[in-house]
């Protein structure tokens, strides 16, 4: 079985500039997470995906941080403009049951670097 | 107060040697505890699940203490491969049952 596959695993770009952070959870999981870890801080919760739905986007910074998953499939999240404080590693997590006791599935990161 | 608390290290310990790490947690009506283990610029990855009546897995044993709201981990005859940080998670009672995570305690095993 694939696990949650993320992309770019890296990403250095200017202040101001716009940023997509791709994320592909397992086939028939359909609840979706977003979660960030920002240097040297806890990783703190950003949304959650139910299919196609948002269900909770409190953690979202603010409204320069756009989520989509269109078809609930496969989600992106936009960074537009970015700023140095978005700096961090951003993980996706996918889970069929968000109940169960095997916890969530997370990818590999995207280490988002804003210089 | 945060809401997931843990010790960050590091702990610098020999092979065989037992460690325990401790995370305290501020919401009572938690119900759903997990470890997991991260290695450095890795994902998360599940250690394993904490159940009230605590449970083992080889060398790993997890226990939860609800009166004091903390959970434990016990690593006996530690192994180089431990060398890792390890996160307390917290799961959310409701809605969306998102994780709440601790800082992580990191620990190095030496030869």
């Known amino acids: 079985e694939a696990g949650v596959t993320q992309f770019p695993s890296h990403s250095v770009i200017e202040k101001g500039q716009t940023v997509t952070l791709r994320c592909d959870p397992i086939?028939?999981?359909?609840?979706l997470y977003w979660y960030r870890r920002v240097m040297g801080k806890e990783i703190k919760f950003l949304l959650h995906?139910?299919?196609?739905?948002?269900?909770?986007e409190s953690g979202m910074p603010n409204n320069r941080f756009l989520a989509e998953r269109t078809g609930g499939t496969y989600s992106t999240l936009k960074v537009q403009p970015a700023e140095l404080e978005d700096s961090g590693v951003y993980f996706c997590a996918s889970s069929q049951d968000p109940r169960s006791s095997y916890g969530y599935t997370f990818g590999s990161g995207t280490r988002l670097t804003v210089v | 107060r945060k809401e997931v608390e843990q010790d960050p290290g590091p702990f610098n310990v020999p092979e065989g040697a037992t460690v325990a790490f401790n995370c305290t947690y501020s919401?009572?009506?938690?119900?759903?505890f997990f470890w997991y283990r991260q290695d450095c610029r890795k994902e998360p990855k599940l250690l394993m699940s904490?159940?009230?009546s605590g449970n083992e897995d080889g060398r790993f044993t997890a226990q939860l203490n609800r009166a004091s709201q903390y959970i434990s981990l016990l690593i006996r005859d530690s192994k180089l491969s431990d060398s890792a940080t390890y996160l307390c998670v917290v799961r959310a009672t409701s809605g969306t049952y998102k994780y709440i995570f601790g800082t992580g305690t990191r620990l190095k095993v030496l030869a």
């Open positions: 086939s028939g999981h359909d609840n």
């Open positions: 995906f139910v299919k196609e739905s948002k269900q909770d």
């Open positions: 919401n009572s009506a938690s119900q759903s």
């Open positions: 904490v159940y009230s």
